[in-house]
């Protein structure tokens, strides 16, 4: 069955510097989305994007992140300066279509820590 | 601001009892996810319900969305060790009828199974 995967599946950074997550969504598919999990705390949106542009973005989402399709299997989440409380599980997901009832495909995630 | 809570938030219980999990909300959903989640993994799709009332049935697990499309229940017969993990409820936000827009979790229920 196709599956989302996400690389690196654990990622270790110095505060401050850049992060690249990287994503492939499911290859059928024209929804992205990015959620995070704080340890311990619910999963959370971040943002979602279709047709190459962000259609929702939730207040988490700010200048610090950015989205991008770079060619047509790749969905990265870019957090340009890491801080302290960047650290958690950050989710890919994916859907083919936006309607109510496409659900939403999730990939392993990675656990990115920020020192 | 929308969001779900989910009871009980830890169970325990023997191998062959039934159980149900609630996942409640003040505000309308267009659709309801559930999803079970291993440690270290992403969340996996059980089912989505989309219509107020609807019932789905996938094996031993029963899933039900409330009339008013606020709340919904998962309910498992004859639990087995295999069922132990994390479920985590999902509610689409998007407008009924059009897009699903972003998900918003609740905490999700820990259930453990012993043998």
């Known amino acids: 069955e196709p599956e989302v995967t996400q690389t690196p599946s654990h990622q270790v950074t110095q505060m401050g510097q850049e992060v690249i997550l990287r994503c492939v969504p499911i290859?059928?598919?024209?929804?992205f989305y990015w959620y995070r999990q704080i340890l311990g705390q619910k999963v959370e949106f971040l943002v979602s994007?279709?047709?190459?542009?962000?259609?929702?973005k939730s207040e988490i989402f700010d200048d610090q992140f950015s989205v991008e399709r770079p060619d047509g299997s790749n969905f990265t989440l870019k957090i340009r300066s890491t801080k302290l409380e960047d650290s958690a599980m950050y989710f890919c997901?994916?859907?083919?279509?936006?309607?109510?009832?496409?659900?939403?495909?999730f990939g392993d995630g990675t656990r990115l820590s920020i020192l | 601001t929308q969001l779900l809570e989910q009871s009980p938030q830890f169970l325990s219980i023997q191998e062959g009892e039934n159980l149900t999990v609630y996942c409640n909300s003040s505000?309308?959903?267009?659709?309801l996810q559930w999803y079970r989640q291993e440690p270290g993994e992403g969340p996996v799709l059980l089912v989505t319900?989309?219509?107020?009332?609807e019932v789905k049935k996938l094996k031993r697990l029963t899933f039900q969305f409330g009339d008013a499309r606020k709340d919904s229940s998962l309910h498992i017969t004859a639990a087995q060790p295999g069922d132990t993990g994390l479920y985590l409820c999902?509610?689409?936000?998007?407008?009924?009828?059009?897009?699903?827009?972003?998900?918003?979790f609740g905490k999700g229920t820990k259930l453990s199974v012993k043998p």
């Open positions: 997901a994916s859907s083919r279509t936006g309607g109510v009832s496409q659900p939403q495909h």
């Open positions: 290859s059928n598919h024209l929804y």
């Open positions: 994007f279709y047709n190459n542009e962000i259609s929702e």
């Open positions: 505000s309308v959903f267009s659709s």
């Open positions: 319900v989309v219509t107020g009332g």
């Open positions: 999902a509610g689409g936000r998007g407008d009924y009828g059009g897009s699903q827009g972003n998900l918003i």
